[in-house]
């Protein structure tokens, strides 16, 4: 059984050092969630690449070409706009990261959620990867979608989703260690540092 935090529960945690929210704004702490901006590094999926297999770190570390957002003026609509985007080509995939860093600790989880705003103009943040285990303490990274047949410009620190918290029935016996904790900026994937790949399969 798990029991969804309420903002009043959120700040108690926090308190109380069950959750941690670095920086903290009031503003985006909403009834049962807190809501986390869009950070300004992030890494496109090249495009070029014959087939997608990552399983070993040098695949991995050549198929996304690493970015930051820079100060730029786009048009739209016939007006000059101004800001810090990420830019996202047609049906394009990004892994980008939040601003805040959040930790959960001894007996919290949680899980972030796109906005539903951002959801209905064509945007997904988390896939189906939008899990916080105990223990894990870091910025989140964000797998980033564009679902439409056009470029998509994302302002960087844009409220892009909420993460919500859960308390479990009791403490986590082994609370998060795992290869993505400390996290300070966007992920990418470490599959091929699972342990039972080698059983999978061979890489020579």
């Known amino acids: 059984m798990r029991l969804l935090l309420s903002d009043v529960d959120i700040k108690k945690e926090m308190k109380e050092g069950r959750i941690s ?28 690449l014959d087939a997608f297999f990552p399983f070993t770190k040098a695949f991995v570390e050549k198929s996304y070409a690493k970015r930051e ?15 810090r985007f990420i830019k996202l080509p047609p049906h394009g995939f990004a892994i980008a990261a939040t601003i ?8 919290i989880a949680a899980s972030m959620r796109c906005r539903s705003s951002l959801a209905r103009a064509g945007i997904s943040i988390a896939r189906c990867a939008g899990w916080g285990d105990i223990g894990f303490d870091g910025v989140w990274t964000m797998e980033v979608v ?17 993460v919500v918290f859960f308390k479990t029935r009791s403490p986590a016996e082994r609370p998060y260690a795992g290869k993505y904790s400390g996290s300070r900026g966007p992920a990418l994937p470490k599959l091929y540092a699972d342990e039972d790949l080698a059983t999978l399969i061979e890489v020579r």
């Open 146 to 162: 564009n679902h439409l047949s056009i470029p998509y410009y994302l302002p960087v620190g844009l409220r892009v989703g909420q």
């Open 69 to 83: 957002a820079e100060e730029e003026t786009i048009h739209v609509d016939g007006k000059a706009v101004r800001g």
């Open 21 to 48: 929210i670095e920086p903290f704004n009031e503003s985006q702490l909403k009834s049962n969630g807190y809501d986390v901006r869009l950070g300004p590094m992030y890494y496109l999926l090249k495009e070029d």
């Open 100 to 107: 805040e860093r959040v930790g959960t600790f001894v007996d």
